[in-house]
């Protein structure tokens, strides 16, 4: 293993929840089975390219506070190498089996668009090497398709249809990239795909092209032999005003309505759902229930304003919630935990990066243990099996079965005794995931 970048960082370790040592796992243990897996194959944790190891810091009010070695010095390509480098010498030590990437993350834009391909070819035959060398898999790649200039109209819903053949055009390198590296899934956000004002907007005509083009790209890389998932994120603002993909249950709509939910599926971001005013558990449970819960992006926003802040997750209350919708769905389809999060802009040094990493996998580590205990104790249970008891037999299985006509529900209704108040439990149920959440 290299020591190039974090000379002062071992590889962390589990010390088990009384440690001091902060970089060091305190719940986290890869091998420890809950529910019948692993930790580790119930997370897939994976570190994003971009936070980690892009130019951090910058806010709308000055730039970059987080300088690293490898983003000075020598031309681009340099650059990149030195950057993924440093980026599979902290996925070893932090003990992550995933990372996930944009194109150009792993290699800055070139002038044209056949020097940026050329770049990325290269940058892919280095992570490939990477990836034997390290055992680190890819759990999913993207394309930006958000930050150039180009893409300030949207990108496979640009008014301009050179600009939907150039996104096009990225698309493809980018799953190439993917499927060369044994990526296992590929993933579209789209941060620019929507509108700033309806006055200048064809939507339905947005849309259409969206959905055409997410097809298009299906097909693609189904040809080349790809056979892991396609995953839409949703968002529904920021940096559009307003997003396509506002949130699970509007995704879920949209690949019904254009035939494409056989191939794509969900990856659901905490802070995007609380955007949409969501709890997380609510997106991932319309996708649970849609069949299509398939990954992650850990973070979490700020609750005093309305930003996509990507802080790092450490509410394992939230996080246990959050986890019993996966638990009960089976787990996640095809991807992980990806941690779509980044330090502060003061959190300047290199630990701060293995901390924050470390801590958010601690969290979600405990939430799963909390989470799998309260979905087998017999008070949980109960308390649900209850309160839908009167569907289970006589008049209310009739009615769940299709068996009865608005007629009956009028000659029962008049007939029944007393409607029922019976208690919705919420705050037992909630002790009971807080005593679950506090047990060692
Ligand atoms: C932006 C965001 C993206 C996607 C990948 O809010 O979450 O980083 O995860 O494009
Ligand atoms: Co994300």
């Not at 339905?204 to 097909?219: N, P, S, V």
């Not at 997106?283 to 850990?298: F, Y």
């Not at 209850?386 to 299709?402: I, V």
Request: hydrophobic share 40%.
């Amino acid at each position: 293993m290299s020591d190039t970048y974090f000379p002062n960082v071992s590889p962390i370790a589990f010390e088990g929840a009384d440690t001091d040592n902060p970089l060091a796992f305190a719940f986290y243990e890869a091998d420890r089975v809950v529910a019948g897996r692993s930790m580790a194959e119930h997370f897939k944790f994976a570190v994003s390219y971009w936070h980690s190891f892009g130019q951090g810091g910058a806010d709308p009010f000055g730039g970059p506070t987080q300088l690293r070695s490898w983003h000075e010095g020598g031309d681009a390509q340099s650059r990149a190498r030195r950057k993924m480098d440093a980026a599979f010498e902290f996925f070893t030590k932090l003990g992550v089996p995933y990372y996930c990437f944009h194109d150009y993350d792993l290699v800055e834009e070139g002038a044209t668009l056949a020097e940026s391909n050329a770049r990325l070819a290269e940058a892919t035959a280095w992570a490939k090497e990477h990836q034997e060398d390290s055992g680190v898999k890819l759990l999913w790649g993207t394309a930006n398709l958000f930050s150039n200039p180009r893409y300030m109209n949207g990108a496979a819903t640009n008014p301009d249809f050179s600009v939907v053949a150039r996104a096009g055009a990225q698309v493809k390198s980018a799953i190439d990239a993917t499927i060369e590296l044994g990526g296992e899934n590929y993933v579209f956000w789209g941060g620019r795909e929507g509108y700033i004002s309806l006055l200048n907007t064809d939507m339905k005509r947005e849309q259409e092209h969206m959905a055409r083009f997410l097809g298009m790209a299906r097909d693609y890389a189904r040809a080349q032999g790809f056979k892991g998932c396609f995953f839409i994120e949703p968002k529904p603002m920021e940096p559009t005003k307003h997003q396509y993909d506002y949130d699970s249950a509007t995704v879920v709509g949209f690949l019904e309505r254009y035939g494409l939910a056989n191939d794509f599926k969900l990856n659901l971001e905490v802070n995007h759902a609380t955007l949409a005013g969501h709890s997380f558990e609510h997106e991932l449970q319309v996708a649970a229930d849609a069949g299509m819960l398939g990954s992650i992006d850990a973070n979490r926003g700020d609750e005093q304003n309305g930003w996509d802040t990507d802080q790092f997750p450490i509410n394992s209350f939230e996080l246990t919630q959050a986890m019993m919708v996966i638990l009960k769905a089976g787990g996640l389809a095809g991807g992980g935990v990806n941690f779509d999060a980044k330090l502060r802009r003061n959190s300047t040094s290199m630990d701060d990066l293995f901390i924050a990493h470390i801590a958010g996998m601690d969290a979600f580590a405990k939430a799963l243990v909390a989470a799998d205990r309260v979905l087998s104790s017999p008070d949980y249970q109960q308390i649900l099996q209850q309160r839908y008891s009167s569907f289970d037999q006589n008049e209310g299985k009739a009615f769940e079965d299709g068996q009865l006509q608005l007629e009956c529900l009028d000659e029962l209704a008049q007939e029944s005794p007393d409607l029922g108040r019976q208690s919705g439990k919420q705050e037992r149920l909630e002790q009971i995931v807080w005593r679950e959440l506090m047990r060692p």
